[in-house]
């Protein structure tokens, strides 16, 4: 099994050669965060990091993956290597730590290292329950910071969703402000957004831009002979990998999320009572993480439907389906209504979060849609 290294990894040059500098000159930063979507290739630049600052036999601009302590790294069983990640309690309350999960981590990322959040947690089976990082695995951390390295390299700890931390992260400061000779923290974030300004103020923050249309491809390239679908995903994929690798392992479904959000807005617009409650009680079903990328992906089309009013070659990223659809619905989106949408959509995903009611969070948006742009807009225009 080999899990990642610089050459690997399809583009982000930049960013690769401001690493691998760093190592060299031995100017890397002792705590760094990787900030991206996770399809723009955060944690296999980790990975690929933690490789070559522990290699044995450096080359100029990659680890040697021969030595000793390569082999161990592609196997993610380095001894000086740790990992932390999202995990979930259960219905009594028990929290599982990360080691509890490390064979299927491993596993995980040697089928997708571009994996989300999202498909982590289904990966391990966590039902309806959301990604946290516990307090016990901070505690977990400190520990394994604290001891000598096995080996003659460095310890070097990756904090994988840095986001689920949360309050958790004010128990590392004082190993972030004084660690140990050669100790380096990788923490990976989609944003910066929910990450403590006291973690970072002590981190050298590196934001990943998303993957261009031909790094993609060549991506693809080594999993499928299609040049049709190659050129058609990587565009669609609007430079994220996750994506771009969901779409080709599964084309008869990718456009299976435009239909549900297609048929939502539709009968929330004519408030087709009897169609909107069987498509609620569906959403229903779906787990929380599920939920938020849905509403996610309802907030993209959205937004994309008003630039398509200035620039209709932006479709060319979509698929017939979203972009016939995408053509239509812009004619709807006018004025201050869409803020309201947006904002709408955006409370929604924060009352999720917060274990509301899923059924009502999405009855409740179908209400507003149809008052915002449905027919209720009408009703209330003949009032006035």
Known sequence: MRIMRFADIPGQQKIK??????????KL???IMLVGNEGYGALPLALALASYINCENKGERDSCGECPSCRKSDKMIHPDIHFTFSTYSDSGGKQFLSEKFIPQWRSAIETNPYMTDLDWLTFINSGNKQGNIYIADCHQIIKNLSLTTYESGAKIQIIWQAQNLGNNANSLLKIIEEPSPKTYFIFIAPSTDKILSTILSRTRVYSLPPFNPEDIEAELRKRSEDETFIKEIALRANGDMNEALKQLGNIADNDNMMEKLRNWFLESYFMKRVELYKTIGNFSEMSREQAKEFLNYALRIIRESIVHQYDDKKLSHFSHKESEFLQKFGSLIKGKNVYQMVEDINQAMYHIERNANIKFVFFHLSLQFYKLFGE?????????
């Open 17 to 26: 050669e401001e690493l691998i500098t760093s190592v060299k000159n031995n």
């Open 29 to 31: 930063s002792h705590s």
């Open 376 to 384: 209720g807009q009408k009703s209330e225009r003949k009032e006035e």
